[in-house]
């Protein structure tokens, strides 16, 4: 069962540079969701998509951009990389029926920014 | 919006014996869901129990019980007989069934002691 995944798992990236987090499930599950966790805080949503084709955005969504053209799929692009940015990011699903909200988490990526 | 507080950043507890984790939230929504998720130092993160708001019975789920006191927006988290491998942050989460999204406590640190 491979539930949700994300890469690369670790990451080193200069201030300036670009990147993509991916993130694919197999369990069919309509949302999607990016956060973010940083030391001594809880995880913050980064955006979010209740299905494919539609992407909202969370509490801090600044630098971050996502797309949803499928629903396994949900890319978390990084622009123009700050050291603000580094953390660790988690990707999560869930299914829509029913809704209950209940998160199925990748393994997590740690990315910093030099 | 809906914000989650946990006012202990770090607790510890003696294998065997119980230790509770609170959480207060805050919304004006009426449909919602409550969490309550484990990140062992692995970093994965793990559902313990969930808790439906429109049910008045607690959840329980083998060691781990919750103490939901809907009109005062509480959400306690019971582990009995603690045991070492219990040691790890837990998340207490709100998700606002209409939004598709859930919000994160800033987590607390518990730590077993043999």
């Known amino acids: 069962n491979a539930g949700v995944t994300q890469t690369p798992k670790f990451q080193v990236l200069k201030t300036g540079q670009s990147m993509t987090l991916q993130c694919a499930q197999d369990?069919?599950?309509?949302?999607m969701s990016w956060y973010r966790q940083d030391p001594g805080m809880g995880l913050r949503l980064i955006h979010y998509?209740?299905?494919?084709?539609?992407?909202d955005q969370g509490e801090v969504p600044n630098g971050y951009n996502v797309s949803r053209s499928t629903t396994e799929d949900f890319p978390l692009r990084l622009l123009s990389a700050a050291p603000s940015q580094t953390s660790v990011y988690f990707c999560?699903?869930?299914?829509?029926?029913?809704?209950?909200?209940?998160?199925?988490f990748g393994e997590g990526s740690r990315l910093t920014v030099l | 919006a809906q914000t989650v507080t946990q006012s202990q950043p770090e607790m510890s507890v003696q294998e065997a014996e119980t230790v509770t984790l609170s959480c207060t939230y805050d919304?004006?929504?009426?449909?919602?869901?409550l969490f309550w998720y484990k990140q062992p130092p692995s970093r994965q993160m793990i559902l313990v129990i969930r808790?439906?708001?429109?049910?008045?019975q607690n959840a329980t789920e083998n060691r781990f019980s919750v103490n939901f006191q809907k009109a005062a927006k509480s959400f306690s988290l019971k582990i009995s007989d603690s045991q070492l491998g219990d040691t790890a942050m837990y998340f207490c989460?709100?998700?606002?069934?209409?939004?598709?999204?859930?919000?994160f406590g800033d987590g607390t640190t518990l730590t077993v002691k043999p």
């Open positions: 999560a699903s869930s299914t829509g029926t029913p809704n209950t909200g209940e998160l199925f």
């Open positions: 369990m069919n599950h309509e949302y």
């Open positions: 998509s209740v299905g494919a084709g539609i992407t």
């Open positions: 919304t004006s929504e009426n449909n919602y869901y």
């Open positions: 808790q439906e708001a429109y049910k008045q």
């Open positions: 989460a709100f998700y606002n069934t209409n939004a598709g999204k859930s919000t």
